[in-house]
């Protein structure tokens, strides 16, 4: 497994890979074991594709909190790579389950689980890559907000799904 993953992220990300696969899995039942409010502004409510997203967005954003505490890199471009990072990786999720359930005709839950976990991977994957192609950063009250309003969208469509495909129960 590991020589699989050290052909698509640094070793240095590793940590990073089993801590947020390991966070996503346990977030996905969180919420159905506590029942907490507050878990299901972090946790999916249902099997919907957009609340699975949480399973990679908040475990990867937990993570990069604590890497910053740890190693206090420069703060802007940490945060603005590792924003671009994990809405590559979800958009990979998003594309890659509906790409494989629109060609098999339904979802298998293997199927799902290593969609989750490339997710994982081209989100790790892709923070050298965006450090490269854009050397210049906006300003950190645009990377802030950019982080806000991502949160606030879980947290606003979690409450009030809107009607399309992206927010339908598979379950």
Same mark, same amino acid.
């Given at each position: 497994?590991?020589?699989?993953? $050290? @052909?698509? =992220?640094? /070793?240095?990300?590793?940590?990073?890979?089993?801590?947020?696969?390991?966070?996503?899995?346990?977030?996905? *039942?969180?919420?159905?074991?506590?029942?907490?409010?507050?878990?299901?502004?972090?946790?999916?409510?249902? %099997? $919907?594709?957009? %609340?699975?997203? @949480?399973?990679? *967005?908040?475990?990867?954003?937990?993570?990069? &909190?604590?890497?910053? =505490?740890? @190693?206090?890199?420069i703060i802007s471009p940490y945060?603005?790579?590792?924003?671009?990072?994990?809405?590559?990786?979800?958009? $990979? &999720?998003?594309?890659?389950?509906?790409?494989?359930?629109?060609?098999?005709?339904?979802? *298998? #839950?293997?199927?799902?689980?290593?969609?989750?976990?490339?997710? =994982? #991977?081209?989100?790790?994957?892709? &923070?050298?890559? #965006?450090? @490269? /192609?854009?050397?210049?950063?906006?300003?950190? %009250?645009?990377?802030?907000?950019?982080?806000?309003?991502? &949160?606030?969208?879980?947290? =606003?469509?979690?409450?009030?799904?809107?009607?399309?495909?992206?927010?339908? $129960?598979?379950?």
């Amino acid at each position: 497994m590991t020589h699989i993953l $050290s @052909k698509c =992220i640094a /070793r240095k990300d590793m940590p990073a890979f089993f801590f947020i696969a390991a966070a996503g899995t346990l977030n996905h *039942f969180l919420y159905e074991w506590t029942g907490s409010a507050l878990a299901a502004f972090f946790c999916p409510v249902n %099997e $919907s594709v957009w %609340e699975h997203l @949480k399973l990679l *967005f908040f475990p990867f954003l937990f993570w990069s &909190i604590w890497n910053y =505490i740890c @190693k206090k890199p420069i703060i802007s471009p940490y945060f603005f790579y590792r924003l671009l990072a994990v809405l590559y990786g979800m958009l $990979s &999720i998003v594309m890659l389950f509906y790409t494989y359930t629109g060609m098999i005709g339904r979802n *298998f #839950l293997v199927l799902d689980i290593l969609t989750f976990l490339l997710g =994982i #991977l081209i989100t790790l994957h892709m &923070i050298p890559r #965006l450090t @490269k /192609r854009f050397p210049s950063v906006p300003s950190a %009250e645009a990377i802030y907000t950019a982080w806000v309003a991502v &949160i606030l969208c879980f947290f =606003i469509f979690t409450c009030f799904p809107p009607d399309i495909p992206l927010f339908y $129960s598979y379950a």
